[in-house]
């Protein structure tokens, strides 16, 4: 399996592009609210990205159409904006990448519309935490099982399931590069982790079964059994044996 392995001069190229990503994301949060369109949080991506001397890493890419991805209650990832209007107890993912220098970053989050469910809560909560435990799993030295353990045995101790057809990634000129690192798995299992590789690790947990499917726009995933999901991302690089986020500001 060829990791690719990046220079320090390259991982900053990467750290000003998860800057970009950061900062953007902040603000479409930011404009989350009751009775706006999922196409208003794109125009507010595009407008926030014109800022920046970056360009997007979405928009084309196999076809996609948008800037960003909004995913709302049961989309699990990669839905498109449209008209779609937020309500009261929604909760809406959103997933936007980068490219400066030629280098991404990538980054989810998933935000609450108004009042949320405690069972909403209780989800976003688990999953974001599950992101940081695997990326304090992803040291020089370790495997990459031990990423994908990490993430699968916290969210199912709390009683949640992992997305099991879709993945975390390598990362870097291109916004997928091998190895694929998926949310469940064994320890000791996959590739040693060298310094200078990057990852984007992303938990996509849901509060129901893991199976999945993919609506008619041969994009957006939902959860075959409709029930809520939530989704997570940082990009990271392996530097000095432990994992740094690059994608955080």
Same mark, same amino acid.
């Given at each position: ?55 997007? %890493? ?13 995913? *709302?209650? /049961?989309?699990?990832? &990669? !839905? @498109? ?66 990423? %994908? ?13 992992? *997305?099991? /057809?879709?993945?975390? &990634? !390598? @990362? ?78």
């Amino acid at each position: 399996m060829g990791v690719l392995r990046k220079s320090q001069r390259e991982i900053a190229a990467m750290k000003q592009a998860g800057k970009v990503v950061a900062l953007v994301l902040k603000k479409v949060a930011g404009e989350v609210r009751v009775g706006i369109r999922t196409r208003d949080l794109e125009a507010v991506c595009i407008k926030e990205l014109a800022e920046y001397d970056a360009q997007p %890493s979405f928009k084309g890419y196999h076809g996609f159409p948008g800037y960003l991805c909004v995913s *709302v209650n /049961e989309e699990v990832v &990669h !839905g @498109i904006a449209g008209d779609r209007v937020l309500k009261n107890g929604d909760i809406v993912s959103l997933d936007f990448g980068a490219i400066v220098n030629g280098l991404h970053g990538d980054a989810a989050l998933t935000v609450g519309v108004g009042r949320i469910s405690s069972k909403a809560e209780e989800l976003m909560k688990v999953t974001e935490q599950a992101l940081y435990v695997g990326i304090d799993a992803a040291r020089e030295g370790s495997h990459l099982g031990d990423i %994908s353990s990490a993430v699968q045995s916290y969210v199912e101790e709390k009683g949640f399931s992992v *997305v099991r /057809e879709y993945t975390g &990634h !390598g @990362i870097g000129y291109k916004m997928h590069e091998e190895p694929q690192i998926p949310n469940f798995g064994r320890e000791g299992d996959g590739p040693l982790l060298k310094r200078g590789m990057t990852f984007a690790i992303e938990p996509m947990v849901n509060i129901g079964g893991w199976q999945t499917r993919v609506l008619d726009n041969c994009w957006t995933v939902v959860t075959a059994d409709g029930s809520l999901s939530a989704h997570f991302e940082h990009t990271i690089a392996i530097t000095d044996g432990v994992p740094e986020i690059l994608t955080r500001l």
